[in-house]
């Protein structure tokens, strides 16, 4: 399996909800991380998991949760968004946590498109 | 920092023509170096990669050679079809030290045409 996987593909969520996304591989990759896409921009990363351990947290509003529970998922919990936090959101997993490895490269899934209204 | 700086688009070619997407880099060290296409309303997809100086990466026609002395990795192909439109972007993968961090550049979008 070289897939990256996410669900919902289509989320639509009101300012008051509680909503998750949900990333999954089964390539045995020990890195994870969520972006997050603007129309016409490239991802900004947003967080990275190395060994199931938070390592990366790029100053992301605390509305925004992200979770791990295994090598393989990992989650991000949605809570009192705001409109503008409408964007495609794309996990990836990388094999090799370490920078410079030869497992660098990271592996996206199709995305999460998230509005809120 | 690091920083990529791409060719501005969006790049309009007919079917069979020569493309060059133009990609400089600034970075510490040795990068490793990555294009990767988004094709309309999916995530992104690996294109092509070089992890040293000289090296060549290569796919689906596409190529690109990291070049050290002028910090470079431009992309290339000889002849593009119509579906090859889409937004490609260069990447560099730089060191925060336990685990790995992409910079992108903006992204260029490649339109091809009959």
């Known amino acids: 399996d070289t897939e990256v996987t996410q669900t919902p593909k289509h989320l639509v969520m009101g300012m008051t909800n509680k909503k998750s996304l949900k990333c999954e591989q089964h390539m045995g990759h020990r890195a994870m991380y969520w972006y997050k896409q603007k129309a016409k921009k490239p991802p900004e990363l947003m967080f990275v998991?190395?060994?199931?351990?938070?390592?990366i947290n790029e100053s992301v509003p605390s509305r925004f949760s992200p979770e791990c529970p295994n090598s393989s998922l990992l989650n991000l919990h949605l809570h009192a968004l705001q409109p503008e936090d409408s964007a495609l959101y794309l996990c990836?997993?990388?094999?090799?946590?370490?920078?410079?490895?030869?497992?660098?490269?990271?592996?996206f899934g199709p995305g999460t498109r998230l509005t809120v209204l | 920092g690091d920083s990529v700086t791409q060719m501005e688009g969006p790049v309009t070619l007919s079917e069979e023509a020569f493309l060059t997407i133009n990609c400089t880099y600034t970075?510490?060290?040795?990068?490793?170096l990555f294009w990767y296409v988004q094709y309309p309303g999916e995530g992104l997809q690996l294109l092509l990669k070089?992890?040293?100086?000289?090296d060549k990466g290569s796919n689906k026609g596409f190529e690109a050679t990291y070049r050290k002395e002028t910090t470079s990795f431009h992309l290339e192909k000889g002849s593009v079809q119509v579906s090859d439109s889409a937004v490609y972007f260069c990447a560099l993968h730089g060191n925060t030290g336990t685990a790995s961090k992409l910079t992108f550049g903006t992204g260029t979008r490649l339109q091809v045409t009959l």
């Open positions: 070089a992890t040293k100086a000289d």
């Open positions: 998991y190395s060994y199931e351990k938070l390592s």
């Open positions: 990836a997993s990388s094999q090799d946590p370490q920078a410079g490895g030869p497992g660098n490269e990271q592996f």
């Open positions: 970075a510490t060290g040795y990068p490793s």
